[in-house]
């Protein structure tokens, strides 16, 4: 138990590698009560599955982590007492994914893909024409915040300032945990992106375009237009599911590659599209961008470990049920060509991660075009030993990754 007993979500050791202590939870307190986040922690995947599987069981609103309820931190970020697609159960659930759900078809989704080869094969370019590059911010963070600010029809002058809005409102969770509140110049950002939307909002409303806020500000089928406010809200979400997902999914392949030297070799071999979409997959099992969604029971419920009361806080860690073994042989060994049916990163059911079709179209698309052209890469002198993960206990990837060719 040494390790359980030191796990800690802020703990810096935890962030690089939190799979040892995950392990050792998954077998020994599948049921782990965390006294800073007062929360239950599950780790095993069949529990994590059946709580992102219920949602009469498992509420997704009025949830406290640390004590506080969410939706006193979306009034921090400027939202009020909007709802939101992660904060909200049906039938409120149902009124916003509607809304959402017929611009994110497979057939929409994939029509991108002509459009994200195009800008991956333009940073690729640029990224490596020097002989050393941080990755993140040539590739990995520009490629999906351009074409969600593309599908949003944000300004392109303003995509830079999305970026860091996003950076700062996805970051924020463990500072504002830490001390209570939220901090100063997140709130400001938050402020800021809020003053933008409801401008571009105001103005789609008046004059429709072919994007997703025209959409989302105009009634169709029987369905209210969107408030400024509400639209800000969905922006801030695709912008953290579309966005922090495929960036943080795109630095952890290119890490996980590296550090596995084997499976680098059979991508240069074979770097067609299904082998780098076959990365991507592996890559969402092994070092998932996202760690843990957050529920709260509604009635008793019996899980491994024991019976939760109703009203209970829990957290069910995506990243170590993807590494149970009970349903993934050798689960810590990164290998691309095994079954990840049962992954658990997208989430499931009602709240399956809206960003998921577009992140599994950027990413093997990125990779091929990084493999067309820098087939070898290692880790440059520059970068440090222990990769940087951020400051969010919810959301795990690189903040910087410099690379070098070889």
């Known amino acids: ?75 921090d970020l400027a939202l009020g007492d909007v709802d939101s697609l992660l904060t909200s159960d049906p039938p409120v659930h149902t009124r916003l994914r509607g809304k959402l759900n017929r611009s994110f078809t497979p057939k929409q989704i994939n029509a991108l893909e002509p459009r994200v080869r195009e800008l991956s094969r333009a940073l690729v370019a640029e990224m490596t024409a020097s002989p050393e590059f941080e990755f993140m911010s040539g590739l990995a ?22 970026k860091r809005w996003s950076d700062s409102i996805a970051n924020s969770g463990n500072a504002t945990l830490q001390s209570g509140k939220t901090p100063e110049d997140v709130v400001r950002n938050a402020k800021e992106m809020l003053a933008y939307m409801t401008e571009v909002a105001q103005a789609r409303r008046r004059e429709p375009r072919g994007d ?84 709260r029971t509604t009635q008793e419920v019996e899980l491994s ?3 939760v009361p109703a009203d209970t806080t829990l957290f069910a860690v995506v990243s170590a049920a993807n590494r149970d073994p009970r349903r993934f042989p050798n689960p810590d060994r990164f290998d691309p060509r095994r079954d990840t049916v049962g992954l658990m990163s997208f989430g499931h059911g009602i709240h399956f991660c809206l960003g998921a079709p577009l992140a599994r179209l950027e990413a093997p698309v990125a990779l091929q075009e990084l493999m067309a052209r820098t087939p070898r890469l290692g880790f440059s002198p520059r970068q440090p030993e222990h990769i940087d993960y951020g400051a969010s206990f919810a959301l795990r990837g690189p903040r910087a990754l410099w690379l070098q060719k070889t």
């Not at 992102?52 to 004590?67: D, E, H, T, V």
């Not at 963070?141 to 999305?162: C, H, K, N, Q, Y």
């Not at 074979?270 to 843990?292: F, G, M």
């Open 141 to 162: 963070s520009p490629l999906p915040v351009t074409i969600i600010a593309e599908m949003l029809g944000v300004d392109i002058s303003r995509r830079r300032d999305f």
């Open 1 to 75: 138990m040494e390790l359980l007993n030191r796990f800690d979500f802020f703990n810096p050791e935890v962030m690089r590698n939190p799979y040892p202590y995950f392990a050792e939870m998954r077998e020994k307190a599948p049921l782990h009560y965390d006294a800073k986040m007062q929360a239950h922690v599950l780790t095993r995947h069949e529990d994590v599955s059946y709580v992102l599987k219920n949602p009469a069981l498992f509420s997704s609103s009025m949830i406290r982590i640390a004590g506080r309820l969410q939706n006193e931190r979306s009034k």
């Open 212 to 295: 997703l806020i025209s959409l989302l500000v105009q009634e169709s089928e029987g369905q209210e237009a969107l408030t400024p406010e509400e639209v800000n809200s969905f922006a801030i979400l695709l912008l953290l599911a579309g966005n922090e997902t495929t960036t943080n999914l795109l630095g952890n392949a290119l890490t996980a590659l590296i550090r596995h030297p084997e499976e680098y070799e059979w991508l240069r071999r074979d770097p067609s599209l299904a082998a780098c979409a076959a990365v991507a997959e592996e890559t969402l099992r092994y070092d998932s961008p996202v760690v843990t969604v957050v529920r």
């Open 305 to 307: 470990g024991g019976k």
